[in-house]
C-alpha cells in the first residue's frame, strides 16, 4: 500500500510536529507550502517569514519541500466572498472557507496529483472511521480543538486526510518540537488570517477593497453618541474601537455594538454587557453542510457553537429544510452575527453547520 503523506506545512510549530510524528512512523514524507496571497502586504502577511521557518524544519528532518502558490483559488473562492459579504454588512469567517476551498480541495488534489495516498494538517481534530464512514471529532486538547473551522469537510476529504496532532495537547507538541530540536517550537501562533494578520491593520487593509462610508452611532433608545468610519469595520459584540466618551448613561459601564442599520448607515449601540439587546435565543441559517452527507436520523441532544473556543451550547433545530434551518438555544446567546457559522455537535462529534443569516 502506498505510504506516502504529504504534509501542508505552515512554517507553525502545529504542523512541524504533524511531519514530525508522520516521519517516526515511518510513513514517507513530503511537505507543501502553500502560499495564498499575492500582493504588497508585507505590513499585514507574514508568509516569507514562514516559508523560512518551513524550510528550516523540513532541512532539519531532512524533508523534501514544495512551494505551491494558491493565491488565484483563494482570491476566486475565498477572498472575493470575504470582501462581498463586509460589503452587506456581515461579518464572515474565511479560516471555514479557506479550509474547504484551498487545503482540503486545492492542496488536496495537488497532493493526490503527486502520488500522495493522503494528505496531513496541523488541526487539532480527530478523523475517526468506521466501515467506510468518517466522522470528525473535538481535538483533545479543548483549548485548541478547530473542528468549528472544518465543519464544511466532507466524507471525501477526511477519507484522505490525517490530523496526527488531534489527540495531544498544545503543550506536549511544543515540548515534541523541542526536543526534536525544531527551530520554531517556541514559535507565536499565528492570528487571524494571512491578508489581515494582526486585528490593528483591520481597518487599513479593508480600505482598499472598500469605500469607506462614515455616519452616526446611535444608543439602543435613538440618542446620537458618537460617529463610526463605516459600518464594515465594526461587527455585533465589538467593544473595543467604538470612540464613545463620557456623558452617555452609566459611565461605568462599556458599550458594546448591537446592530448595524444599513439602510440609514447608523451603528446601533448598548451599554453594559448584560443589556439584552444584546442576547438572542434564536436564529435563523442557511447554507447548510452536514458532514455525513445527509441531515443526522436524530436531531435530538444537540449542542452548537456560534463562535470559535465557545463552550457548547444547548440548542434544538426547528424549521429545517435542505437549504435553511432554525436554531432555538436553551438560553440567550451573547452577540450572534450574520456570516458567521452556527456549528453543531453531539458530544465530542462535530455534525456540521450553517451560515448565521439573521438572529431573533
Same mark, same amino acid.
Not at 480543538?145 to 486526510?161: I, W
Not at 463605516?230 to 473595543?240: D, S
Given at each position: 500500500?502506498?505510504?506516502?503523506?504529504?504534509?501542508?506545512?505552515?512554517?507553525?510549530?502545529?504542523?512541524?510536529?504533524?511531519?514530525?510524528?508522520?516521519?517516526?512512523?515511518?510513513?514517507?514524507?513530503?511537505?507543501?507550502?502553500?502560499?495564498?496571497?499575492?500582493?504588497?502586504? +508585507?505590513?499585514?502577511?507574514?508568509?516569507? *517569514?514562514?516559508? =523560512? /521557518?518551513?524550510?528550516?524544519?523540513?532541512?532539519?528532518?531532512?524533508?523534501?519541500?514544495?512551494?505551491?502558490?494558491?493565491?488565484?483559488?483563494?482570491? /476566486?473562492?475565498?477572498?472575493?466572498?470575504?470582501?462581498?459579504?463586509?460589503?452587506?454588512?456581515?461579518?464572515?469567517?474565511?479560516?471555514?472557507?479557506?479550509?474547504?476551498?484551498?487545503?482540503?480541495?486545492?492542496?488536496?488534489?495537488?497532493?493526490?496529483?503527486? @502520488?500522495?495516498?493522503?494528505?496531513?494538517?496541523?488541526?487539532?481534530?480527530?478523523?475517526?472511521?468506521?466501515?467506510? +464512514?468518517?466522522?470528525?471529532?473535538?481535538?483533545?486538547?479543548? &483549548?485548541?480543538?478547530?473542528?468549528?473551522?472544518?465543519?464544511?469537510?466532507?466524507?471525501?476529504?477526511?477519507?484522505?486526510?490525517?490530523?496526527?496532532? #488531534?489527540?495531544?495537547?498544545?503543550?506536549?507538541?511544543?515540548?515534541?518540537?523541542?526536543?526534536?530540536?525544531?527551530?520554531?517550537?517556541?514559535?507565536?501562533?499565528?492570528? @487571524?488570517?494571512?491578508?489581515? #494578520?494582526?486585528?490593528? $491593520?483591520?481597518? *487599513?487593509?479593508? =480600505?482598499?477593497?472598500?469605500?469607506?462610508?462614515? #455616519?452616526?452611532?446611535?444608543?439602543?433608545?435613538?440618542?446620537?453618541? &458618537? =460617529?463610526?468610519?463605516?459600518?464594515?469595520?465594526?461587527?455585533? @459584540?465589538?467593544?473595543? &474601537?467604538?470612540?464613545?466618551?463620557? @456623558?452617555?448613561?452609566?459611565? *461605568?459601564?462599556?458599550? $458594546?455594538?448591537?446592530?448595524? /442599520?444599513?439602510?440609514?448607515?447608523?451603528?446601533?449601540?448598548?451599554?453594559?454587557?448584560?443589556?439584552?439587546?444584546?442576547?438572542?435565543?434564536?436564529?435563523?441559517?442557511?447554507?447548510?453542510?452536514?458532514?455525513?452527507?445527509?441531515?443526522?436520523?436524530?436531531?435530538?441532544?444537540?449542542?452548537?457553537?456560534?463562535?470559535?473556543?465557545?463552550?457548547?451550547?444547548?440548542?434544538?433545530?426547528?424549521?429545517?429544510?435542505?437549504?435553511?434551518?432554525?436554531?432555538? $438555544?436553551?438560553?440567550?446567546?451573547?452577540?450572534?452575527?450574520?456570516?458567521?457559522?452556527?456549528?453543531?455537535?453531539?458530544?465530542?462529534?462535530?455534525?456540521?453547520?450553517?451560515?448565521? +443569516?439573521?438572529? =431573533?
Amino acid at each position: 500500500m502506498n505510504n506516502r503523506i504529504i504534509v501542508g506545512i505552515s512554517g507553525g510549530v502545529d504542523s512541524s510536529v504533524t511531519a514530525l510524528l508522520l516521519q517516526k512512523k515511518g510513513f514517507d514524507v513530503e511537505c507543501v507550502f502553500m502560499k495564498n496571497w499575492e500582493g504588497n502586504d +508585507d505590513e499585514y502577511c507574514t508568509a516569507e *517569514e514562514d516559508y =523560512k /521557518d518551513a524550510l528550516a524544519v523540513c532541512d532539519h528532518l531532512g524533508l523534501p519541500l514544495r512551494s505551491v502558490n494558491f493565491s488565484q483559488e483563494y482570491w /476566486d473562492k475565498v477572498f472575493q466572498h470575504f470582501i462581498d459579504e463586509y460589503k452587506k454588512g456581515r461579518t464572515p469567517n474565511p479560516d471555514v472557507l479557506c479550509n474547504r476551498e484551498v487545503k482540503f480541495k486545492a492542496f488536496l488534489d495537488y497532493a493526490l496529483e503527486l @502520488g500522495a495516498e493522503k494528505i496531513a494538517t496541523g488541526h487539532y481534530s480527530i478523523i475517526d472511521e468506521l466501515n467506510g +464512514d468518517f466522522k470528525l471529532l473535538k481535538g483533545l486538547d479543548p &483549548g485548541k480543538d478547530q473542528s468549528y473551522f472544518l465543519y464544511l469537510l466532507g466524507q471525501n476529504a477526511l477519507s484522505k486526510s490525517i490530523f496526527p496532532i #488531534g489527540d495531544i495537547e498544545k503543550k506536549e507538541v511544543r515540548k515534541l518540537a523541542e526536543e526534536s530540536g525544531l527551530v520554531n517550537h517556541a514559535k507565536k501562533d499565528s492570528t @487571524g488570517v494571512c491578508f489581515i #494578520g494582526e486585528q490593528k $491593520f483591520f481597518k *487599513e487593509f479593508l =480600505k482598499k477593497y472598500i469605500p469607506s462610508n462614515p #455616519g452616526m452611532i446611535e444608543t439602543i433608545d435613538g440618542k446620537e453618541c &458618537g =460617529k463610526h468610519d463605516g459600518l464594515m469595520y465594526y461587527t455585533i @459584540g465589538q467593544r473595543k &474601537g467604538l470612540g464613545i466618551g463620557g @456623558g452617555y448613561g452609566k459611565l *461605568e459601564a462599556p458599550w $458594546f455594538v448591537a446592530e448595524k /442599520d444599513l439602510y440609514r448607515n447608523v451603528l446601533i449601540v448598548a451599554q453594559g454587557h448584560t443589556h439584552p439587546a444584546l442576547y438572542h435565543k434564536q436564529l435563523f441559517a442557511d447554507q447548510i453542510h452536514w458532514i455525513r452527507g445527509l441531515v443526522p436520523e436524530d436531531l435530538s441532544g444537540l449542542s452548537a457553537k456560534i463562535r470559535y473556543r465557545q463552550s457548547d451550547q444547548k440548542c434544538k433545530i426547528t424549521e429545517l429544510s435542505q437549504d435553511r434551518c432554525t436554531v432555538v $438555544f436553551d438560553k440567550p446567546q451573547f452577540a450572534i452575527t450574520p456570516g458567521q457559522s452556527v456549528v453543531f455537535y453531539r458530544d465530542n462529534e462535530c455534525l456540521g453547520g450553517a451560515v448565521i +443569516d439573521r438572529r =431573533k
